[in-house]
């Protein structure tokens, strides 16, 4: 069964640091991968996504992501953390938009 | 991209009612529509998949009697949580999708019974 684990429940950058915010997956074949955004009480922003190509993603707000299937990973990152990034991002997995799988999620603090 | 709507955005209920909440594709026709749940702190999970026209499918552990959803037009999903129990509070997320396309979300429905 697919799976997806962030291994970072909170994570603190200061503003203008560069971020990283991990993702792992397990699926069987070559799966599509997201990354989304979502502020306190609210629905969820993609800001990214793979299904094949190019193995680097650019995504929405400056943020990218690298699917690399030797590490069955695709970390999410950004060069330079504003304070407005500050929320909870979820790595997601899925065939499609069939049996979308979230990771547990990782808050991010950005400090002044 | 593509706009869903969920309504309401919050609602409170007394223990024992039941509560309907509504997802619509504003512009696009979707197919597909999804229904998720959010514990406080903690992820999305997966209650079930809706076909237009056709019976949803479950997640295992999910009650279809008492998460009970309708998916009878292609811009229209409903989730009516029946006879809520305080447990049952919760933010329910619905997305939606066309074939072969990305799956858009709602805003989010925040149940709390009291």
């Known amino acids: 069964a697919q799976s997806v684990t962030q291994p970072d429940i909170h994570i603190t950058v200061s503003e203008g640091a560069s971020l990283e915010l991990r993702c792992n997956y397990s699926?069987?074949?070559?799966?599509?991968l997201f990354w989304y955004v979502q502020s306190p009480g609210q629905g969820l922003q993609l800001l990214l996504k793979y299904f094949s190509g190019d193995t680097l993603v650019q995504g929405i707000k400056g943020f990218e992501a690298e699917f690399k299937r030797s590490q069955s990973s695709f970390n999410l990152r950004k060069p330079s953390v504003h304070w407005s990034d500050a929320a909870e991002y979820f790595c997601a997995v899925g065939e499609g938009n069939n049996d979308m799988r979230f990771g547990a999620g990782t808050r991010l603090t950005v400090k002044p | 991209g593509a706009v869903v709507s969920q309504h309401p955005s919050w609602v409170i209920c007394k223990s024992g009612t039941s509560v309907k909440i509504e997802c619509r594709s504003l512009d696009f026709q979707a197919t597909t529509m999804f229904w998720y749940r959010q514990f406080p702190k903690q992820s999305l999970m997966l209650m079930a998949t809706?076909?237009?026209?056709?019976?949803?499918?479950?997640e295992q552990g999910v009650e279809k009697d008492k998460f009970l959803i309708n998916h009878a037009s292609l811009t229209l999903s409903t989730l009516t949580v029946t006879s809520a129990h305080p447990e049952d509070s919760s933010f329910y997320i619905c997305?939606?999708?066309?074939?072969?396309?990305?799956?858009?979300f709602g805003q989010g429905t925040r149940l709390t019974v009291v």
């Open positions: 997305s939606a999708s066309s074939r072969a396309a990305e799956a858009f």
């Open positions: 699926y069987g074949a070559t799966p599509y």
């Open positions: 809706s076909n237009e026209g056709s019976k949803a499918t479950y």
